[in-house]
């Protein structure tokens, strides 16, 4: 799954809508190493959501400032979550050393979200996100 | 001891005390403390003591704070004691500051003995307008802020008041929370940096960033096995002696506290962090017990 996370994770999240939609789904199929325009804010705002608000919605404004569907994102869509925060640390390890340490707080809001799907009874791909988690902050921080 | 001109807006507790012990330290005293009496429970939100008479209420409401912010590193001492004193001796070797300082951190001594003057405050949190009338009634000053959270802009904005503060991060790499951690995680060792508070998170015009010696506690890997105490170890007696000893420079090198040079931060620089995971915690941890080779 490392390598290519879309493959399982887009058809078991099943119809996506939202931000999974405009965000989440184009990011992983991307699998590029490159950042595009707003790829960074996106995952920021969505590490803010879930560190501190602690709660995702179906969708949000353009500046993510306001949910414009207050639905809770469900279950099966949290996997992609994860994953995009994983994808994401991935990318960051090919900054430049001074941005570099957006890489841990991806992985830090993977950990977070995982813990978060777990507690609301999510149990599909949390073993190998988890581990996906393990390997790459164990590779990070051994950097 | 020498009064100096500074104003400490004290939020009781390990780190308003670090603050004052390291000033006393150096030989200063500040002109005033603001002590802030909450009249919520800094837990549970509920008005402590409401069913008692007016009279009794603030002093209980004192003596309920304080069992509550010097509860961690009174228990902490008697239940973790060897790790209290590595991680203290740690710190006492980078800071070179005598043991009084770390005693200080218990909240024994009485904090009228810090300052020239102590007044109490009662407000339910930072954006209590009486606390803002208070501060806008000793502007000019500058005021030195103890406590963690957001200070309302409203506080910040008034006219010829400077509000310092001592973030525990190397800035501007370093921001938002559990910045201790994050900088031995990101950098490699503890950074601590001193700024005039703006609105924002740990954006304001910097003082001085600094960065310590890298970690390495004299303890067995045993010790990780309450990696809860190992973290409350740290925010009682590594984290605020650490921000004190960055700010008690800064008040030896500019003991008058007017224009201490400072400069804009890059806000497009660093990363803001949240609270870590505990899975990173536990690195962060193991990274503290490495000994350099």
């Known amino acids: 799954m490392q390598d290519n996370p879309a493959k399982d994770l887009i058809p078991y999240a099943g119809q996506t809508v939202g931000f999974t939609e405009t965000f989440l789904v184009p990011f992983l199929e991307r699998q590029d190493a490159s950042w595009r325009a707003g790829d960074r804010a996106a995952l920021e705002a969505l590490c803010r959501k879930v560190d501190i608000a602690k709660k995702v919605w179906k969708d949000y404004s353009p500046d993510w400032k306001t949910a414009r569907v207050k639905e809770p994102l469900p279950l099966n869509w949290w996997p992609l979550l994860v994953a995009a925060f994983l994808q994401g640390a991935t990318q960051a390890q090919s900054l430049p050393a001074d941005e570099r340490p957006v890489c841990l707080k991806f992985l830090n809001s993977a950990f977070r979200a995982l813990d978060l799907y777990r507690a609301a009874g999510g149990k599909d791909f949390a073993d190998e996100l988890e581990q996906w988690a393990d390997d790459l902050a164990g590779r990070e921080i051994a950097a | ?293």
């Open chain 2, 1 to 293: 001891m020498k009064t100096i001109p500074l104003t400490v807006l004290v939020h009781d507790g390990p780190m308003a005390r670090a603050y004052l012990a390291a000033l006393r330290y150096h030989g200063f005293k500040p002109e005033r403390i603001i002590h802030l009496i909450y009249e919520n429970h800094p837990a549970t939100g509920k008005p402590v003591g409401r069913l008692l008479p007016k009279a009794m209420r603030e002093g209980y409401q004192r003596k309920s704070q304080e069992a509550s912010f010097f509860h961690w590193p009174r228990q902490l001492k008697k239940t973790h004691g060897k790790l209290v004193a590595a991680v203290s001796d740690w710190t006492a070797e980078v800071t070179g500051f005598s043991k009084e300082v770390f005693e200080a951190v218990l909240g024994e001594e009485r904090l009228e003995n810090f300052a020239e003057t102590t007044e109490t405050l009662k407000i339910t949190n930072l954006k209590d307008a009486r606390l803002q009338k208070a501060v806008e009634k000793i502007a000019p000053a500058v005021v030195l802020f103890t406590g963690g959270g957001i200070v309302p802009a409203d506080l910040l904005n008034i006219p010829s008041l400077r509000v310092l503060h001592v973030h525990p991060g190397h800035l501007p790499e370093v921001r938002g929370s559990d910045g201790l951690l994050w900088s031995v995680l990101t950098r490699g060792r503890p950074g601590m940096s001193c700024f005039y508070m703006a609105p924002g998170i740990d954006t304001g015009d910097l003082i001085e960033a600094i960065d310590f010696p890298v970690m390495a506690l004299n303890l067995p890997e045993q010790s990780l096995e309450d990696p809860q105490g190992f973290y409350r170890v740290l925010y009682s007696f590594c984290d605020p002696i650490l921000r004190a000893s960055l700010f008690g420079r800064i008040a030896t090198n500019n003991e008058t506290f007017v224009a201490i040079p400072s400069e804009g931060q890059d806000l497009n620089q660093g990363v803001t962090f949240h609270f870590m995971h505990e899975k990173l915690r536990a690195r962060v941890y193991k990274k503290m017990l490495e000994r350099e080779q």
